[in-house]
């Protein structure tokens, strides 16, 4: 089976930088995939790592390490619609499908 | 436009029936795959298809069935075997290993 874990929820200000961590323990283990989802809506793809270390795609990162199972998103200036649950997802080689962990509630302030 | 639909977006059933969730795609992706999302929680697996006429159970199939007739097409029937279907319904496809998979707007079902 698969173990993800995630904090449950989050506050930070509107314009400051959060980082979001997800620890995962699985087998076959091929990337990890990082969504947004706002409430009553679909998640949306944000970012995919393969590799270890850092990839950055405006203000939102997303970093990973492979022998550590670890990775975090880190989202930067942040601004109010960015107030939604943020959901990792490790991808195996093995079941061939997305399983995600529970998600971060991320509340943003002004 | 390519996309995924689902239909409908509301649904409500009375207990003890059986209830078909549509799940429509033409972006010619291979692989579909079925959530369930509670109140404040993640995705939960439901059943997943690699390819046409195959699919897997993924970790809450009790009470759900599925089929892959055709490959743009991934139905989801919650059975009155379910014991609490009221829930948020995903469905998602992708077209290959490390590609993203796209989600659909989803069904909230409600049984009374």
């Known amino acids: 089976g698969q173990n993800i874990d995630q904090p449950t929820e989050m506050t930070a200000t509107e314009g400051a930088i959060v980082q979001i961590n997800c620890t995962y323990q699985?087998?076959?283990?091929?990337?990890l995939f990082w969504y947004q989802q706002h409430a009553g809506e679909a998640p949306t793809f944000l970012s995919y790592n393969v590799l270890d270390g850092l990839e950055e795609k405006g203000r939102f990162s997303s970093f990973l390490s492979r022998s550590k199972g670890y990775s975090y998103l880190l989202l930067k200036e942040l601004q109010m619609k960015d107030s939604a649950s943020y959901l990792c997802a490790p991808y195996t080689t093995g079941r061939r499908a997305l399983t995600f962990g529970s998600g971060t509630r991320l509340q943003v302030q002004p | 436009d390519g996309g995924i639909t689902q239909s409908p977006k509301y649904l409500f059933r009375k207990e003890g029936q059986n209830v078909t969730l549509s799940c429509e795609q033409n972006l010619n992706h291979d692989a579909m795959y079925w959530y369930r999302q509670d109140p404040g929680q993640g995705l939960r697996l439901i059943y997943y298809?690699?390819?046409?006429?195959?699919?897997q159970k993924g970790d809450i199939a009790e009470g759900y069935s599925v089929s892959r007739e055709k490959k743009e097409s991934f139905p989801l029937t919650v059975t009155s075997a379910q014991k609490n279907p009221t829930a948020f319904y995903l469905c998602a496809s992708r077209s290959g290993m490390n590609t993203e998979a796209f989600f659909g707007q989803g069904t909230r079902l409600t049984v009374v």
């Open positions: 298809s690699q390819i046409v006429n195959d699919f």
């Open positions: 699985t087998s076959g283990f091929n990337g």
